[in-house]
């Protein structure tokens, strides 16, 4: 209880210290619960300009060294292989979340000697409350949800975690994102039928203030990505949860529209470094590239060389993200490099396994060209884009 004092107090200085501001109370909260994600994210780039690429082979190692985001400290567990750094923050994650149940709880409890609720209303009072507090708890692990699915995140290349990696984070605190906002709907539904105000209530749709509809409608956009994103059905049907999962602008807008800038200001910032990776993501797949080659090798295996782009660098570790529009204009597919980043600052090479529709119809396409066409393919045969490179960025 001293430290959500602590906590309380020190966000009523900055909103006190900033209340008189052009943004008022929501820039107040802004700053206070996105400065130092944005400070650190800031401070990341000034800090991987300054470093530059490591040159491995001139470095000289004598003996071996622990380094906390490589040494591994769990290899069989729900997160695969995890590191110590990776450990150490997810045991941080944990006691933040048991901390801030806990204090919730007991502000929960306290409500009942601050306000006189009748008898009759205290089980209604309680399910509304802890629904306020579980949305709340939502709201602040909807905070790190977005972090690990930034493609070019400055704070997982700050720490040296590759987003593929960092994936698995995001599925978990999916599940408990979307875990808490159905508590948080469910128990003020159960309120609403227990005072006979249900359909009123759902349909609300405030100006000012908390909006009941759009709160709804949040809330069936992210039960739609979180059903379609369980294992089997993200296995057998990936299709169906790629598409069901672009549903987050609705959940992001809607849910805005619901809580109001005040308490949207919360994740504000998180979303943004999301959308800024977003765009400039968007920015490099609109460029396309030529198709120096297409053929199928006698194993099956179908071989891409592909000019490469000046801004483009790679190492042996780096995959690149690959879109044939004459197949599909919204699917991206992850590819090693095969090619050696030595053999030629104009190419580089991908081999592709045919294991699925994509890859089948890819190898269809060339299989029906000429072989005269195969060696040197038109632009107008396959329209190529590169998204990248992905992958750790030194050896």
């Known amino acids: 209880m001293v430290e959500a004092y602590v906590t309380q107090e020190f966000v009523d200085k900055i909103i006190q210290a900033t209340r008189g501001s052009v943004f008022d109370l929501s820039g107040s909260l802004f700053?206070?619960?996105?400065?130092?994600?944005?400070?650190?994210?800031?401070?990341?780039?000034?800090?991987?300009?300054?470093?530059?690429?490591?040159?491995?082979d001139k470095k000289s190692i004598k003996k071996?060294?622990?380094?906390?985001?490589?040494?591994?400290?769990?290899?069989?567990?729900?997160?695969?292989?995890?590191?110590?750094?990776e450990f150490i923050g997810i045991i941080f994650f944990v006691v933040f979340v048991i901390w801030a149940m806990y204090a919730y709880t007991l502000r929960n409890l306290n409500l009942f000697t601050e306000f006189e609720v009748p008898d009759l209303d205290k089980g209604r009072f309680l399910l509304e409350m802890t629904g306020l507090r579980m949305g709340m708890l939502?709201?602040?692990?909807?905070?790190?949800?977005?972090?690990?699915?930034?493609?070019?995140?400055?704070?997982?290349r700050l720490i040296d975690i590759p987003f593929e990696h960092a994936t698995r984070y995001h599925v978990w605190l999916g599940h408990l994102t979307m875990m808490l906002f159905t508590l948080h709907g469910l128990f003020y539904v159960i309120a609403w039928a227990m005072k006979g105000t249900l359909v009123k209530e759902v349909l609300e749709w405030k100006r000012v203030g908390i909006a009941n509809l759009p709160g709804v409608i949040s809330l069936l956009a992210g039960l739609c990505m979180w059903v379609t994103s369980l294992h089997p059905v993200r296995k057998d049907y990936f299709e169906l949860f790629f598409y069901t999962h672009q549903l987050y602008v609705i959940f992001v807008v809607f849910l805005a529209l619901h809580v109001g800038d005040f308490v949207f200001s919360i994740v504000a910032g998180v979303i943004f470094i999301?959308?800024?990776d977003r765009f400039l993501r968007f920015c490099q797949s609109r460029t396309t590239v030529d198709v120096l080659s297409a053929k199928c090798l006698p194993c099956g295996t179908v071989e891409l060389v592909l000019s490469k782009p000046q801004s483009l660098r790679y190492n042996a570790l780096s995959f690149i993200f690959l879109?044939?529009?004459?197949?599909?204009?919204?699917?991206?597919?992850?590819?090693?490099?095969?090619?050696?980043?030595?053999?030629?600052?104009?190419?580089?090479?991908?081999?592709?396994?045919?294991?699925?529709?994509?890859?089948?119809?890819?190898?269809?396409?060339?299989?029906?060209?000429?072989?005269?066409?195969?060696?040197k393919v038109t632009k107008t045969t396959i329209t190529a884009s590169v998204e990248g490179p992905y992958g750790h960025e030194s050896p």
């Open 64 to 85: 071996p060294g622990f380094r906390l985001w490589t040494f591994p400290v769990l290899v069989d567990g729900p997160f695969g292989v995890v590191s110590a750094a």
């Open 31 to 56: 700053l206070a619960f996105n400065a130092p994600i944005l400070l650190i994210a800031i401070l990341a780039v000034a800090h991987l300009i300054i470093s530059g690429v490591e040159d491995f």
């Open 274 to 276: 999301f959308m800024l």
């Open 323 to 375: 879109q044939v529009r004459e197949l599909s204009w919204s699917q991206w597919h992850p590819f090693s490099v095969s090619s050696s980043p030595l053999d030629g600052k104009h190419h580089l090479a991908i081999l592709i396994k045919v294991l699925g529709k994509w890859t089948g119809n890819l190898r269809d396409s060339i299989l029906s060209m000429p072989e005269t066409e195969q060696s």
């Open 138 to 156: 939502g709201l602040l692990c909807l905070i790190f949800l977005f972090l690990p699915v930034s493609r070019g995140s400055l704070l997982l």
